[in-house]
């Protein structure tokens, strides 16, 4: 965990995680482009070290009723280096570090880059294209 690792949040609540997780042994649902927690990629599409990554990703948010309940999940797809990682996952809630995973009414920013700070492992992000469909 400590090779680069930082998130992609939407909403301030769901992570795809970033991480150096070539040739590099973590817990199943913590690796690169797995949903924080919920549930691994299809596959490790990381590039070795030193070379850059790209993460295609399409973001359905949830939807509330006007009593906040939930109304429709969050889903995902991901492309990592091109190929699918993630194909239209239903979340299950916010991603916790700890917890059941449940959904809550929140008005978070839209998307967050997240960075954990690892000095030995610097992030950096660039090329970020963000489209409404």
Known sequence: QDRGNS??????RYELQVLDSYENETYFEGQAGSIYKQTPPMVNAMR???????????????????????????????????????????????????????????????????????PSEPISFRNIWIREL
Do not use: C, M, R
Request: charged share 20%; no cysteine; proline share 8%.
């Open 7 to 12: 998130g992609i949040f939407f909403q301030d």
């Open 48 to 118: 070795p070290p030193g070379e850059w990554n790209t993460y295609d990703v399409i973001w359905t948010a949830p939807k509330f009723n006007d009593d906040a309940t939930l109304k429709t999940p969050a889903y995902v797809t991901a492309l990592h280096n091109g190929v699918l990682i993630q194909n239209h996952y239903e979340l299950k809630g916010e991603t916790l570090y700890i917890g059941k995973p449940s959904y809550k009414e929140y008005d978070g920013a839209p998307i967050k880059l997240q960075s954990h700070g690892d």
